[in-house]
Nanobody, 124 residues
């Protein structure tokens, strides 16, 4: 069993920055890929960024490339999402997820464990 706890959401003006963190319990953290997803009402959950088990490979959805950075610290069992240049369309609930395997995954069906979500609101 893996428990994930997100922190760092909040309200920020357009152009601002936020850093999300996700602390994981359990000994399997360093052996699985991790992802950040976001969801707005009426829309499907979207993979924003994902990272492989050692951090060597990453994925970003086109809309955040160049603005968001995913990273992980396996010694701290924590994954991060640095969000710069935030836009109102980034407003969503952001979820951290632990994958089923060690590699980058972008479909929510490839993730076994989810955090409770943290709200990010970007005002214009």
């Amino acid at each position: 069993q893996v428990q994930l706890v997100e922190n760092g959401g909040g309200l920020v003006q357009a152009g601002g920055s936020l850093r999300l963190s996700c602390a994981a319990s359990g000994r399997t953290f360093s052996s699985v890929g991790m992802g950040w997803f976001r969801q707005t009402p009426g829309k499907e959950r979207e993979c924003v960024a994902a990272i492989s088990y050692r951090g060597g490979r990453t994925y970003y959805v086109d809309s955040v490339k160049g603005r968001f950075t995913i990273s992980r610290d396996n010694a701290k069992n924590t994954v991060y999402l640095q969000m710069n240049g935030l836009k109102p369309e980034d407003t969503a609930v952001y979820y951290c997820a632990a994958g089923r395997g060690p590699f980058v995954a972008v479909r929510h069906s490839e993730y076994d464990y989810w955090g409770q979500g943290t709200q990010v609101t970007v005002s214009s």
